[in-house]
């Protein structure tokens, strides 16, 4: 932490001020930075950059913020990413920032009431009073420009943390120096654009930002070092940010009890959904199951339940074996049910050695198994949106892939691959975009792509202009956004992201650090996406929490906490969700999450025991 405030100070003090008109702070402009236009643009000029950033703090009263922050060294992350969120109220000259690292432990809690200032280490409890200075009651601060002279915001002067600071740019618009737009992107559901800025005697800029274009608020920054360069050697990230909320006096005194992180993680439950969970037999649905014995000798059978269990026991059928026409002796994928519910698809072998695999149509109207495809090895098929075709990629066994689809009556079997690029095979099949499929290389690193194959004449095209992380893209039900997992590797920090098909305003939703985030499912009606966090295992003790949230990222709410989570799967009218937890004190089973009321329960059933382990589930609509 020290190292990094130093890296801050450099900024701060190393450089010479550029000379300029100075500003009167009594002719500023306050606006609503939530519906106020944005005033800056990748036309806007040094000068223009300069001036927001300087101007900032008269553009907002109150504002909330959460932010991680980390400093690099050649070959990556040295020491773990601090985290810092940060209330502030100008007017009252109030403020409160709870520092700690990113796993939720806080080990620092500063704040003002507006007369006195405490800095409590929360580890040893041992607390630093200081009385707030009347030097520092200045609102809304824009600093003269004065060549030679950096002068920091009064307020920001008595806070002195690296997250707050962002919030108070004009820091770092007071040295002489050119700034330089060099694009827009989504940084907290917020609009930045991004600039660098070089110094006046450098080459290389000295950091890049990303501010905010209606308040000039900096959401992102890495800095490179006093001298310049493109190497990252530090980096501060703002998660979630609001303006002009009103806080309680509260907020900003010493609290009884050690304060916690107010995190996705930690967040109060609320219902994810309005109206009653219940439903009607007509949308209930079927889910089907597969029941794993724990005693030798028994078999694997393939059950379903009525998807009225879910909301009335008392008119829940018994659970009901469905046959099929081979023995289960290998891995078992979820039954893919076809958008209208009429047919399954399911690759599996019938032969004892595992090989070849079947492509198998299940009609539950009359239990009827068709096989429509064979080949050596059959990965888990996805069906279209529209129901005609179902895709799956297959294997040789000794290297070779390539990718199929089907009609849902067994015609027209095709290759659709031969197309995609060889240089980047093998190619992994995640679903399809309308008419085409997604299939992303899986070599390792930047090489490969992300590509669309049209399921009809196999031409393969790039997804996104730009290179994107090679990671499981998962199309909303009504095609409009792409949910994914963007993680870093150096900060190992997890961003659950929505995007637009052609890559355009990604928008982040939830973020972690550590563990992984696996996997996001949308709901039906595409408002909704549901997700699993799970920590790293290797510490002995796992643990996983599944969360859901709205599409525009305003709501999220944990429904969940369990070990470790295989599947989730929204109900068809998206009422329940349910969770497939592999390892709960009673062995894998199946809850369900009412999100109208986030009442949990196990799935029940008359007939369906507990003593079998219940797994690779599918929600037939």
């Known amino acids: 932490m020290k190292k990094f405030l130093i890296l801050i100070l450099i900024f701060l003090t190393a450089c010479t001020s550029a000379a300029s008109d100075s500003s009167d702070p009594s002719t500023a402009v306050t606006a609503d930075p939530g519906i106020g236009p944005a005033y800056l643009s990748v036309e806007s000029t040094s000068e223009q950059i300069q001036r927001a950033m300087l101007d900032s703090a008269a553009r907002w009263q109150t504002l909330r913020m959460d932010g991680t922050l980390g400093f690099f060294e050649p ?43 405490i800095n409590v280490n929360l580890k040893t409890g041992e607390t630093q009073n200081s009385t707030y200075p009347d030097s520092a009651r200045i609102s809304g601060y ?3 420009l004065q060549a030679g002279v950096a002068n920091p915001n009064p307020i920001w002067g008595q806070i002195g943390t690296p997250i707050s600071q962002l919030a108070f740019p004009s820091d770092l618009a007071q040295n002489e120096g050119t700034f330089k737009a060099i694009g827009i992107e989504t940084i907290a559901a917020r609009e930045a654009l991004i600039v660098e800025w070089t110094f006046v005697s450098n080459s290389l800029p000295s950091f890049k930002a990303w501010l905010d274009t209606a308040t000039g608020i900096i959401l992102k920054i890495q800095e490179f070092g006093k001298e310049g360069g493109t190497t990252v050697i530090g980096e501060r990230v703002v998660r979630s940010i609001s303006f002009n909320e009103t806080f309680e006096a509260s907020l900003f005194v010493r609290p009884d009890n050690i304060p916690e992180f107010v995190s996705p993680t930690q967040v109060g439950s609320e219902p994810v959904v309005t109206g009653s969970g219940s439903t009607s037999e007509e949308d209930a649905g079927e889910l089907y199951f597969f029941l794993q014995p724990r005693q030798a000798g028994q078999s694997i059978q393939l059950v379903r339940v009525s998807g009225v269990c879910v909301f009335s026991a008392e008119n829940c059928p018994p659970v009901e074996e469905v046959k099929v026409p081979f023995p289960f002796n290998f891995t078992i994928s979820p039954l893919s049910w076809s958008p209208d519910g009429k047919l399954a698809a399911f690759s599996y072998s019938d032969n004892l050695n595992g090989t070849p695999t079947k492509m198998w149509l299940f009609d539950p109207t009359g239990n009827l198994w068709t096989s429509v495809a064979q080949f050596p090895y059959i990965d888990p098929p996805f069906w279209s ?5 179902i895709a799956f990629r297959v294997q040789d066994g000794v290297g070779g892939e390539d990718v199929y689809v ?6 027209e079997l095709k290759s659709i691959s031969p197309q995609l690029p060889a240089e980047g095979s093998p190619y992994i099949l ?3 975009y309308t008419e085409s ?20 004449n196999g031409q393969a095209r790039l997804m996104f202009e730009t290179l994107l992380a090679k990671v499981p893209f998962v199309t909303s039900p009504d095609a409009s ?13 997890h961003e659950l992201k ?25 709901s039906p009606d595409s408002s909704l996406i549901a997700f699993n966090y799970s920590n790293n295992a290797t510490s002995g003790n796992p643990s996983a929490e599944v969360f859901v949230v709205s599409r525009n990222g305003k709501t999220l709410s944990s429904v969940y906490k369990g070990v470790t989570v295989g599947r989730l799967i929204f109900s068809p009218n998206g009422k329940y969700l349910l969770v497939e937890e592999t390892t709960s004190t009673t062995g894998g089973h199946l809850f369900l999450i009412n999100l109208a009321t986030l009442e949990q329960k196990i799935l029940e059933a008359p007939g369906l025991s507990t003593d079998y382990d219940w797994y690779a589930p599918s929600w037939r609509p």
Do not use: C, H
């Open 406 to 411: 089907v009609k849902r009556d067994g015609r």
């Open 437 to 456: 499929v997604i299939m992303r290389s899986a070599l390792p690193g930047t090489e490969g792509g992300i590509y669309l194959v049209n399921s009809v």
């Open 142 to 144: 824009i600093p003269p």
């Open 481 to 493: 956004l792409l949910a994914y997992d963007e993680y870093n590797a150096d900060s190992q920090l």
């Open 75 to 117: 070959g990556g992350l040295v020491m773990q990413t601090t985290r810092e969120q940060v209330w502030i109220d100008q007017s009252a000259y109030r403020f409160r920032v709870l520092i700690g690292i990113a796993d939720g432990t806080i080990g620092t809690l500063k704040a003002s009431d507006g007369t006195n200032i």
């Open 430 to 432: 995640d679903g399809w």
């Open 385 to 389: 949106r529209d129901n005609k075709w």
């Open 498 to 522: 929505i995007m637009e098909p052609d890559g355009a305003n990604a928008v982040t939703l939830a973020s972690f650090t550590g563990g992984s985030l696996y996997p996001y499912v949308w």
